[in-house]
């Protein structure tokens, strides 16, 4: 049996460029269809009669349902295979979209709960998968390169679907997306059986295992600690860049195509970010000191972003957009490496399923503080100024765990 994995080891190795190609594709898919409802936003709401900042509902209730997806998706990697639980979200996320077609408040929500229940097993589909081919010091490197997926995702979201939103109408949009996930979970077939090579077919699937991914995380003090920081900053990316669009549109008067365009310039610069904190990460050995400076810096953007009015000119805002997104967007592929590293061996997809739990726990809550903020002040700078508070927060702790890494 040892023999038969390494050989499976091996092979996975010699196919690099596909499985890191296979787990880029599906992560910008499944994220582009996470950022659909938000990025039409003021377009869905003048057609269905409620305020637009209620896409912050939309995401808690699409994330809380990642919870629970996120706890499964450590177990169904390994009995499923990678690639067919990628599938099996993309279509989730396909029937979710078709539901709100009809343009009924049920069809939404109903679309956040199955649409939510695809995002969250991707990501410990292409831990378990990178992390097998993936030679040691180019990890960093290579999850960030995956990781991508997210500005990439979201960056063709605002650049795409606004545009298609304004000249066909959002159902357009939403159409659009259906077909995407449909095609690429059928072009996913062809490689399906050279990644999912390792199925564990005696591996029970329950409720009564469902906890595991939480317990292996929460039990281990420094994935903990990088849990709980996943949740702060991944709440803090997706409570302000859901609302981009309509922060920019409704209280600094751009248009939607224009506004749009800015986030475009966020999600561009994640993509460009990511990859270079992967390798500053893996050349300076401290992932943790780079996750410092990161926090630090979405602090520092968050309360500049906050700060737009009317006034300042569209180069300016495209600017504080770039360093934004190359900040917010761009902490993940480093922190997945890192929990990669530190989980026990075979467990990768399982640590990485726990974390997304964390994770989803703070989507849940801090886009509904956020959006709740902003309708009670009427003001969008005091969003903004908290998600500042909380990044700084993490920014302390990361430097107090790299101080504490360097005396050991």
């Known amino acids: 049996m040892p023999d038969a994995a390494a050989a499976a080891t091996s092979a996975i190795r010699r196919d690099f460029a596909v499985q890191l190609?296979?787990?880029?594709?599906?992560?910008?898919?499944?994220?582009?269809?996470?950022?659909?409802?938000?990025?039409?936003?003021?377009?869905?709401?003048?057609?269905?009669?409620?305020?637009?900042t209620s896409v912050g509902i939309y995401t808690s209730i699409a994330y809380s349902v990642c919870i629970f997806?996120?706890?499964?998706?450590?177990?169904?990697?390994?009995?499923?295979?990678?690639?067919?639980?990628?599938?099996?979200?993309?279509?989730?996320?396909?029937?979710?979209?078709?539901?709100?077609?009809?343009?009924?408040?049920?069809?939404?929500?109903?679309?956040?709960?199955?649409?939510?229940?695809?995002?969250?097993?991707?990501?410990?589909?292409?831990?378990?998968?990178?992390?097998?081919?993936?030679?040691?010091?180019?990890?960093?490197?290579?999850?960030?390169?995956?990781?991508?997926?997210?500005?990439?995702?979201?960056g063709l979201a605002g650049l795409i679907l606004p545009g298609l939103a304004t000249a066909f109408g959002w159902r357009a949009s939403v159409l659009t997306m259906i077909g995407l996930a449909v095609l690429t979970a059928a072009i996913l077939q062809i490689w399906r059986n050279e990644i999912d090579t390792d199925l564990e077919h005696d591996r029970q699937i329950g409720l009564h295992t469902a906890l595991a991914p939480f317990l292996l995380v929460w039990r281990h003090p420094e994935l903990r600690g990088i849990g709980i920081a996943s949740a702060v900053m991944s709440g803090v990316q997706m409570g302000l860049l859901a609302m981009y669009v309509t922060y920019l549109h409704e209280a600094i008067g751009l248009s939607l195509t224009v506004a749009g365009g800015a986030l475009a310039t966020a999600?561009?610069?994640?993509?460009?970010?990511?990859?270079?904190?992967?390798?500053?990460?893996?050349?300076t050995g401290r992932p943790i000191l780079v996750m410092t400076g990161i926090a630090a810096g979405v602090s520092v953007c968050a309360i500049l972003a906050g700060r737009f009015t009317p006034a300042w000119?569209?180069?300016?805002?495209?600017?504080?957009?770039?360093?934004?997104?190359?900040?917010?967007?761009?902490?993940?592929?480093?922190?997945?490496?890192?929990?990669?590293?530190?989980?026990?061996?075979?467990?990768?997809?399982?640590?990485?399923?726990?974390?997304?739990?964390?994770?989803?726990?703070?989507?849940?809550?801090?886009?509904?503080?956020?959006?709740?903020?902003?309708?009670?002040?009427?003001?969008?700078?005091?969003?903004?100024?908290?998600?500042a508070a909380c990044t700084a927060l993490v920014s302390v702790d990361f430097l107090r765990r790299s101080i504490r890494r360097g005396l050991h």
Not at 342 to 348: I, K
Request: hydrophobic share 55%; aromatic share 6%; with cysteine.
């Open 21 to 52: 190609g296979a787990m880029l594709a599906v992560q910008s898919v499944v994220t582009m269809g996470m950022y659909t409802m938000p990025v039409l936003a003021p377009e869905i709401a003048r057609d269905i009669g409620v305020p637009a």
């Open 69 to 154: 997806s996120a706890l499964l998706g450590g177990g169904l990697v390994p009995r499923f295979g990678a690639l067919r639980v990628c599938q099996s979200c993309l279509v989730l996320m396909a029937v979710g979209f078709l539901l709100a077609l009809p343009g009924f408040l049920t069809g939404f929500v109903l679309c956040a709960l199955i649409a939510g229940l695809g995002n969250a097993p991707p990501t410990a589909a292409s831990s378990h998968v990178l992390l097998r081919a993936t030679p040691p010091r180019w990890v960093n490197l290579v999850f960030s390169i995956k990781q991508t997926g997210v500005p990439l995702g979201g």
């Open 267 to 283: 999600q561009v610069a994640g993509i460009a970010g990511r990859i270079v904190w992967g390798i500053l990460a893996d050349r």
């Open 313 to 387: 000119p569209l180069l300016g805002i495209h600017a504080v957009s770039a360093v934004f997104g190359a900040l917010v967007l761009g902490w993940n592929g480093v922190l997945f490496a890192e929990v990669a590293r530190l989980s026990p061996a075979g467990r990768a997809a399982e640590a990485a399923g726990g974390i997304v739990c964390l994770t989803c726990l703070g989507i849940v809550f801090m886009p509904s503080m956020i959006a709740g903020l902003i309708q009670t002040s009427g003001s969008f700078r005091l969003g903004f100024a908290a998600a």
